[in-house]
């Protein structure tokens, strides 16, 4: 029988590469996989000439490799590859890595496994993250999500053993955001990181050359249920006094967003700087609560996750 494939069979590992696209093997896992999607496009060209209302032939053009991967927080290795920088603490558990915007992104190794009767493995090298989205809705754990693109991929029939991670993931109950006063009434709140990843092509290749970083931008969203005028206030003017739009001084606010397992000692802390909410709103329903959307940009993060991993053992 026709062996099918589910879930159950998956698993992505990744691992750091030392020159952008050469392979390397693929070690770490990131977190506990939810789901994870892979598109390869050829770009194919089309080639039309008089005297025929059909296509003339069709060649080969520029090959697209892009991965989304959705997990469970566990650990900050998709975190680290997406701002570039991460310095590492503690000489036993707990450890912690602060990852904060670098000039540039890692590239890594992903690999893509199917276990069973006959495996099927596809390795994508030259990955990057060119966008991740950190984020807790009431009642769920944190989670992540990243878009990945790849320079190119190979696949064969020998996948790698499945790693799952024992970590703890982080429930809503442990989660909290601050912004000069702690937010009451949290129901959401989620953090974007986007490299804005270029793909630099060149004539003689049929894959691109680099993934060049772009300009990186930071976006954020907290909704909350309405209790009192002071997230409006700071939108109207970046402070918690403000009653109407203020024109001359508009100051920027930090935020604090804590998961913390604090029995466990494992945690996701992110502190955005020159924080500002780029729009509000408050949907009022009959029968049902208020609820305020605040989106917002920043202008830097520093994110510290503490779990039980060595800084020796983060990529090798």
């Given at each position: 029988?026709?062996?099918?494939?589910?879930?159950?069979?998956?698993?992505?590992?990744?691992?750091?590469e030392t020159t952008y696209g050469s392979a390397e093997a693929t070690t770490k896992d990131v977190g506990i996989i939810q789901d994870v999607s892979v598109s390869s496009i050829n770009e194919a060209i089309e080639s039309r000439g008089m005297s025929s209302r059909d296509i003339d032939s069709i060649s080969m053009g520029m090959w697209r490799h892009s991965i989304t991967v959705n997990c469970q927080y566990q650990h900050a290795r998709l975190i680290d590859l997406a701002l570039g920088t991460v310095n590492h603490g503690g000489t036993s558990d707990p450890y912690?890595?602060?990852?904060?915007?670098?000039?540039?992104?890692?590239?890594?190794?992903l690999a893509l496994g199917l276990n069973g009767t006959a495996d099927d493995d596809?390795?994508?090298?030259?990955?990057?993250v060119n966008s991740l989205t950190i984020a807790q809705n009431l009642g769920e754990p944190l989670t992540l999500s990243a878009e990945i693109y790849a320079q190119?991929?190979?696949?064969d029939t020998s996948a790698e053993t499945a790693i799952v991670d024992t970590l703890p993931i982080i429930p809503s109950g442990y989660?909290?955001?601050d912004t000069g006063d702690a937010i009451s009434q949290l129901r959401a709140w989620e953090i974007t990181i986007n490299n804005n990843l270029i793909k630099a092509d060149r004539i003689g290749s049929f894959e691109h050359e680099q993934l060049v970083e772009g300009n990186r931008e930071y976006a954020g969203k907290i909704t909350k249920a309405y209790t009192d005028i002071k997230e409006r206030s700071r939108f109207l003017g970046g402070s918690n006094s403000e009653t109407a739009p203020d024109t001359t001084d508009f100051a920027g606010f930090t935020t604090v967003i804590t998961a913390?397992?604090?029995?466990?000692?494992?945690?996701?802390?992110s502190t955005l700087t020159d924080c500002h909410y780029t729009d509000y709103s408050r949907p009022t329903t009959v029968g049902?609560?208020?609820?305020?959307?605040?989106p917002f940009k920043f202008r830097t993060a520093s994110i510290v996750g503490e779990d039980d991993i060595a800084g020796g053992s983060w990529e090798a």
């Open positions: 029988m026709t062996e099918v494939y589910s879930g159950a069979n998956a698993n992505v590992l990744i691992g750091w912690t890595h602060t990852c904060t915007g670098g000039a540039s992104v890692n590239s890594f190794t596809m390795r994508f090298d030259g990955c990057k190119s991929v190979i696949t989660s909290s955001v913390d397992i604090a029995a466990s000692s494992r945690s996701l802390v049902d609560i208020i609820v305020e959307d605040l």
